[in-house]
């Protein structure tokens, strides 16, 4: 800021400032003058001519014409507004055409109609929709009658042939469509200049002649490509081109007239052969052509084809191979031609020559499988050793489609040779062989190859004897697609070499048993425990074996000895089971009390206490056993659901509530905790409060695990017209959830778009195939839609996989009424439970 040091300054300051500020403003003022005289504006460049106007007479105001706008845009616009057409209803059409038409409808009062045909004196309306369908109909009949004739005739005559008339069509009308897309003259133009610039180009002359076609001047096209064979007389492709274009003897001219120009081009050759019409004359073309091309491989391929007489054919193939003696083919036909020792001989030359073929090798093997000689002779070994030794072996992949071709044609022997001796080429040990394997097996399984598949599982085994997951895939196999037999042996060479594997042993003995082979089902479980005495999986297997078969006392027998040799809380639970199904609730109580004495964390045995009280119809004590259970097991949502039940039987919702609210305490994010707490409002009417629960619960619970709460709220919650939508959002939601896809499933039914309801019950079944609730929905719609053939499938696929989820299939399966029932039963019951 500045300083004044006194007043005369400050006056001095202020003086000169104003006269500063005075000169800027009279500048400025004289610059602004100075640019609008210079650059004047519009009103006043017209000044003059506005007054001018006064002396304009009102006639010549009135003449003058409408101001016009002028540029591009608007015009167009306003072009495209005036030219803009619209539909005209079928109504105005018709009346528009019968206007000048002579009525002659007769009305009921026998009065013809007016004029014009659209409307009579009565008021009544013709209805032109009928006249249409009269006319289709008539049109249907002379087609129909056309096509009984059969004939084809031109010009008037009236008889058609439908399929030869539409072809026709189709072919007439293509050069007129083709000219409106393609621009024919266009492209003829372009192709004339192509042509004369450059008229050894023979693609050029094939490309006119093509679009002469095209066109439908097939004359012009010949003519065209006829110049193109004068042009490129050396051009095997011009020269075919001209052979198509034409017709019987012409073709065979321009055939001939090829060759002379082109003696050495096997696909004239080939092609003049084509245009002969008896067998004959093709030999004698063939023979000409090996004159002038003796080592075409392709020509002596020909000439074989046209014999008829094994011997002659034989004897072509001699010459052949002799003139080409590096065709794999050649060498191959002509062994399969002569007499197995002639064969090997012919086989054994081929190998000299050709050294690194296979074909010849796999040849030479069935040769062998056929004299009897396979198994004794392993020509495939020798095979890939000289293979390696070329540098010729080729891909494991490879490999497996030639044994999958052998198995194919019977040569079933020559198919276990090449994968035994070629399966591992490729792969270190380094490499997930194992995997890479069961892959190969699955492959030629799902291609229908079986003996293929065993031979990778056999070779497989060699390498993993003790594989527990290959000796499984390959029992999998004989069940499927073998016999018993065949499988009983493979299952007991997977014992033999993992003696310590349950799983095995038990297939072992389920296999015998429900094959009838009761005392075989003993010996294998026999086995089993001296291999592994103390397996509780043996015992309850060997037990299950003898109560199916109504010794009961032998099972009770072996259920005490498991207890005392396998003492598990599976066990005593199954002990418990047993007697409850046999219907000795108080020995099973008391089975129960002594497990829990011992395993007081297992939840299951304080389920099975609290049920075995309600069958006694005690609910105190059932009460009592829930309520310390879940003390004792807080962590299991089964138990909290029963607990729940109970109350809610008892007719105490508010201690149901209550018990759920704790459970969802303690497993926060159930979802089976918060649907059963929104059925407990809803099966008591409290809609809104069932509503509410299950927002709260789609906030709470994973996504992933909401697949039971959208399946509630779609059937339960929602209004049937609301179904459909709420299930889409569901999938968004939840994607591939087994139930939601049967709920999708279940709406196509009630929509009755059936094929669409058995792709989505299909769906669920591919996403969980162990979830039994699913299986019985299908079972359910097929009772109603579907074929007895169909019903029978989806069962046996069942009883296959035996499900052991669900909410409905767990209830109705471990049911004790219903212990002794099949899979196939407890299916029927299930689907019969729905609703």
């Known amino acids: 800021m500045r300083r004044w040091t006194s007043g005369g300054e400050q006056e001095v300051w202020i003086d000169y400032r104003r006269l500063f500020h005075t000169n800027r403003e009279a500048r400025e003022k004289a610059e602004r003058e100075e640019y609008e005289r210079k650059n004047p504006k519009i009103q006043q460049q017209f000044a003059d001519l506005k007054r001018g106007l006064e002396a304009v007479t009102e006639e010549e105001w009135a003449s003058l014409p409408e101001v016009g706008d002028l540029t591009g845009k608007n015009r167009r616009s ?50 032109f929709a009928k006249i249409g369908q009269a006319r289709d109909k008539v049109l249907q009949v002379r087609l129909d009658q056309a096509s009984q004739n059969g004939t084809v005739t031109s010009g008037n005559a009236t008889s058609v042939d439908p399929k030869g008339y539409l072809t026709s069509l189709a072919k007439s009308q293509l050069p007129e469509s083709a000219a409106q897309v393609g621009d ?113 491989e392709a020509l002596w391929k020909e000439a074989v084809n046209l014999e008829e007489d094994p011997d002659n054919a034989r004897l072509l193939l001699a010459k052949a191979t002799e ?17 197995p020792e002639n064969a090997q001989k012919v086989l054994n030359k081929a190998r000299k020559h050709c050294p690194t073929s296979h074909e010849i090798w796999i040849a030479a093997a069935r040769l062998q499988e056929q004299l009897g000689q396979g198994e004794k002779v392993n020509v495939m070994k020798r095979a890939a050793q000289v293979l390696v030794k070329e540098s010729a072996m080729p891909k494991r992949e490879e490999w497996i489609a030639e044994a999958e071709k052998c198995e194919s044609e019977g ?25 890479t394997w069961l892959d190969d097996a699955r492959g030629s399984i799902n291609r229908g190859m079986y003996e293929t598949a065993r031979a990778i599982y056999a070779y497989a085994l060699r390498v993993f004897p003790t594989s527990k997951t290959i000796w499984l895939a390959a029992a999998d196999l004989e069940r499927n697609h073998g016999s018993k037999e065949d499988l009983w042996a493979v299952l007991e060479k997977a014992v033999n070499a993992v003696p310590r594997s349950e799983v095995l042993w038990m ?27 103390n397996n509780e999986d043996i015992w309850l297997a060997a037990v299950k074996l003898e109560a199916e078969n109504g010794h009961i006392d032998e099972a009770r027998d072996l259920l005490k000895t498991a207890r005392q040799e396998a003492p598990t809380d599976r066990v005593w639970m199954k002990s418990a089971v047993f007697e409850r199904q046999l219907g000795d609730l108080d020995a099973a109580l008391d089975l129960v009390q002594q497990a829990l004495n011992l395993f007081p964390a297992s939840a299951k045995l304080w389920m099975m206490k609290g049920q075995i009280y309600e069958d006694l119809d005690k609910p105190l004590q059932a009460r009592e056993a829930y309520s310390t259970g879940v003390k004792a097991v807080p962590k299991s949502v089964p138990l909290w659901l029963l607990y729940s039940r109970l109350e809610e039987k008892l007719g105490q919702l508010p201690k149901a509530r209550s018990v759920l609210d704790r459970a969802r305490l303690a497993v926060p994010k159930s979802a089976e905790l918060w ?31 909401q697949g039971i709460l959208w399946n509630e709220k779609i059937w339960h919650l929602t209004t ?34 059936l094929e669409k309801a058995q792709n989505w019950f299909e769906k669920a079944l591919v996403r969980d195939s162990d979830l039994g609730d699913s299986w019985a929905w299908y079972y359910k719609f097929l009772l109603e839609h579907g074929t007895e053939e169909k019903r029978e499938e989806v069962i046996s696929k069942c009883v296959s996989v035996e499900p052991r989820h669900g909410e409905v299939w767990q209830a109705i399966a471990k049911n004790p009424k219903n212990a002794k029932k099949s899979v196939e039963e407890i299916l029927k019951l299930v689907a019969a439970e729905l609703q």
């Not at 008229?199 to 002359?205: A, D, E, L």
């Not at 048993?513 to 592994?532: C, K, M, P, T």
């Open 78 to 127: 306003k072009q495209a507004r005036q030219q803009r057409f619209y539909a005209v209803p079928d109504s105005v059409l018709a009346a528009a055409g019968s206007a000048g038409e002579l009525g002659t409808t007769v009305v009921d009062d026998g009065v013809t109609s007016t004029t014009g045909g659209s409307s009579s004196q009565d008021g009544t309306m013709t209805n």
């Open 184 to 296: 024919i003259n266009r492209v003829r133009e372009l192709l004339e200049s192509v042509i004369k610039t450059n008229p050894n180009n023979g693609p050029g002359w094939i490309a006119a002649a093509r679009l002469e076609e095209l066109a439908g001047k097939i004359v012009a096209a010949r003519n065209v490509i006829a110049r193109g064979c004068e042009h490129c007389p050396k051009n095997e492709d011009v020269w075919l081109e001209s052979i198509r274009l034409n017709e019987g003897r012409n073709a065979k001219v321009i055939a001939a007239q090829a060759i002379q120009k082109n003696n050495r081009s096997v696909r004239l050759w080939v092609e003049a052969m084509k245009l002969e019409d008896d067998v004959r004359s093709k030999k004698r073309v063939i023979r000409h052509a090996l004159d002038h091309i003796p080592e075409s």
């Open 323 to 339: 003139l080409i003696p590096l065709s794999v083919d050649l060498w191959l036909a002509l062994a399969r031609l002569e007499t």
């Open 411 to 435: 040569a079933i022997i020559t198919c276990g040779a090449i994968i035994r001796e070629t399966l591992g080429y490729g792969l270190d040990e380094d490499d997930d062989r194992k995997d």
């Open 507 to 533: 297939m072992l003995a389920k296999e015998k048993w429900q094959a009838g082979e009761i005392d075989s089902a003993r010996r294998v479980l026999a086995r089993a425990f001296q291999q592994n005495p």
């Open 675 to 705: 649907c059963e707490s929104v059925r407990v409002e809803r099966r008591a009417q409290n809609m809104k409060q069932a509503e509410s629960l299950m927002e709260r619960a789609l906030r709470d619970v994973p996504k992933p695990d």
């Open 720 to 753: 049937r017209p609301q179904r459909k939508p709420r299930s889409l959002e569901a999938i968004k939601e939840v994607d591939n959830d087994p139930t939601l896809l049967v709920a999708v499933a279940r709406i196509f039914w009630g929509e009755r778009r």
